[in-house]
């Protein structure tokens, strides 16, 4: 018996059939065993891509807005600010990610009771983890700027920003939640709750920014608003019973042979996202002591224009996860196969035309977020000409670490997720710079991009031919 978004599952687990209300919760519509593979590919990554690089609004706006209206301090402030942002996002990573592989693979295996205590499980760790994260970022905020590089201006910039957003923490965690709606075959509402959020962000940072002369402060403000705003809907969507996999409060608690699968796979992308805010924090300071606050600035422009691209990469790779995790639990090794193959055709086209218009209108893309600025614009458009090499390596490389986590082969996983971004990059970018100054660190992202990929596809040609019997990627990369 299959299970699809288009039929009704037998509770066969629970000892018999479920009665009409219970079937329709367990009502779908596509099927992740039989439907086309471009088909559940766009119908799951594209919400998926569209939501997170709408949910990218948050910082491109804020760092807009932050650019026009402060100036290059206040945006080198929230760049400084990123790498605590991005090791927050890491945690929910943690989770979501994890629960959401879980889910899927429970509901390919026709367990919802099993997929329940997953979620629940998810629940009781981030409410955990939520208390403890705020604490602590009340606690250590300031000095872990300073540590960072912050000083004088910057530093109070800086803490200004980071201290609201701490305040936000309580509902950010939970927007985990999205990879668990994802997961049981409902990728729409979590677009369309970023989509509503996101341009309460804008309006938000409009009346705060422009109106109400906030400066940072406005622009964290706007954030964390647009965020509860998610959450707090999302968290509906659940408690009112909506889900197809339920949120009761008995599977709230920490069950150690649930929370531990969850957290091992779950790690890749946990180590990714906190490796990456490793790799921000030592390239801000790096650029600060090489380039001074321009630098910095700058840096936070092409964090702005990466996030689209980044954000593609990670909702192909999330949107794919469903569908490989479900054909993984039912046995559908083809599927699987051919489910990377598109994965990796679409953000590499992505990667390419993205790459191609940064390459053509360098100093255009400066200008969005700030003007009549010769040192950024100095800084800036050569460092996004170099930076805009190593686009199309990342991308492919995040979509075979979130294959590799979908497949449960979590020790691959979390190998290729700190692969690039400390392995190879934290050695290369203080070797470049001692050697080229601050050209160096633009150009330690693409070599170090570029040879984790090219070790990428060779962890996937092995797999293959090791567990599958065959090349997903021999006859195309």
């Known amino acids: 018996m299959n299970l699809e978004q288009r039929k009704t599952v037998n509770d066969t687990t629970r000892g018999g059939k479920m009665d009409q209300n219970k079937r329709k919760n367990y009502t779908q519509q596509y099927s992740l065993k039989d439907d086309p593979i471009r088909k559940l590919l766009f119908v799951f990554a594209g919400p998926a891509v569209i939501g997170l690089l709408v949910n990218?609004?948050?910082?491109?706006?804020?760092?807009?807005?932050?650019?026009?209206?402060?100036?290059?301090?206040?945006?080198?402030?929230?760049?400084?600010?990123?790498?605590?942002?991005?090791?927050?996002?890491?945690?929910?990573?943690?989770?979501?990610?994890?629960?959401?592989?879980?889910?899927?693979?429970?509901?390919?295996?026709?367990?919802?009771?099993?997929?329940?205590?997953?979620?629940?499980?998810?629940?009781?760790?981030?409410?955990?983890?939520?208390?403890?994260?705020?604490?602590?970022?009340?606690?250590?905020?300031?000095?872990?700027?300073?540590?960072?590089?912050?000083?004088?201006?910057?530093?109070?910039?800086?803490?200004?920003?980071?201290?609201?957003?701490?305040?936000?923490?309580?509902?950010?965690?939970?927007?985990?939640?999205?990879?668990?709606?994802?997961?049981?075959?409902?990728?729409?509402?979590?677009?369309?709750?970023?989509?509503?959020?996101?341009?309460?962000?804008?309006?938000?940072?409009?009346?705060?920014?422009?109106?109400?002369?906030?400066?940072?402060?406005?622009?964290?403000?706007?954030?964390?608003?647009?965020?509860?705003?998610n959450s707090l809907l999302m968290l509906h969507y659940y408690i009112r019973g909506k889900s197809l996999v339920k949120l009761a409060w008995k599977n709230i608690k920490l069950q150690k042979h649930i929370i531990l699968p969850i957290l091992a796979v779950g790690l890749a992308p946990f180590i990714m996202d906190s490796a990456m805010g490793i790799q921000n924090a030592i390239a801000n300071n790096l650029l600060l002591k090489s380039g001074g606050i321009h630098a910095v600035a700058a840096m936070g422009i092409i964090f702005a224009v990466n996030t689209f691209f980044m954000m593609t990469a990670l909702g192909t790779g999330d949107g794919m996860q469903p569908i490989i995790s479900f054909n993984f639990g039912a046995k559908r090794p083809d599927r699987t196969k051919k489910t990377l193959d598109y994965a990796l055709k679409v953000v590499g086209l992505v990667a390419l035309l993205g790459s191609a218009i940064i390459e053509l209108f360098p100093t255009q893309i400066t200008s969005v977020f700030i003007h009549n600025n010769e040192n950024i614009l100095r800084i800036t458009k050569p460092a996004l000409l170099i930076f805009a090499l190593s686009i199309p390596f990342y991308m492919l490389q995040i979509v075979i670490t979130r294959y590799f986590q979908a497949m449960h082969a979590n020790k691959i996983a979390a190998f290729l997720a700190i692969l690039r971004p400390v392995l190879l990059f934290v050695p290369i970018v203080y070797f470049l710079n001692w050697t080229n100054g601050l050209q160096g660190i633009w150009m330690a992202f693409v070599l170090s991009d570029s040879l984790a990929a090219f070790i990428s596809f060779g962890f996937v040609r092995n797999y293959s031919q090791k567990h599958q019997n065959s090349s997903i990627t021999g006859n195309r990369f």
């Open 56 to 229: 990218a609004l948050y910082n491109i706006v804020d760092r807009i807005f932050v650019g026009q209206f402060v100036g290059a301090e206040g945006l080198s402030a929230v760049t400084f600010v990123f790498p605590i942002t991005i090791f927050q996002f890491a945690f929910v990573l943690l989770f979501g990610s994890g629960t959401g592989v879980l889910i899927a693979k429970y509901l390919g295996q026709e367990k919802p009771e099993e997929a329940e205590k997953v979620l629940g499980n998810m629940m009781a760790g981030l409410f955990i983890t939520t208390i403890l994260f705020t604490l602590a970022g009340f606690l250590f905020y300031k000095p872990l700027l300073s540590a960072f590089g912050a000083k004088g201006t910057l530093l109070n910039l800086s803490s200004d920003y980071l201290l609201i957003i701490i305040m936000g923490f309580p509902f950010s965690f939970f927007l985990a939640l999205e990879f668990t709606c994802r997961a049981e075959g409902n990728p729409r509402l979590p677009a369309i709750l970023i989509l509503i959020s996101s341009l309460i962000n804008i309006c938000l940072d409009i009346v705060f920014m422009k109106i109400f002369k906030m400066g940072v402060s406005g622009a964290a403000l706007a954030t964390i608003i647009a965020q509860a705003v």
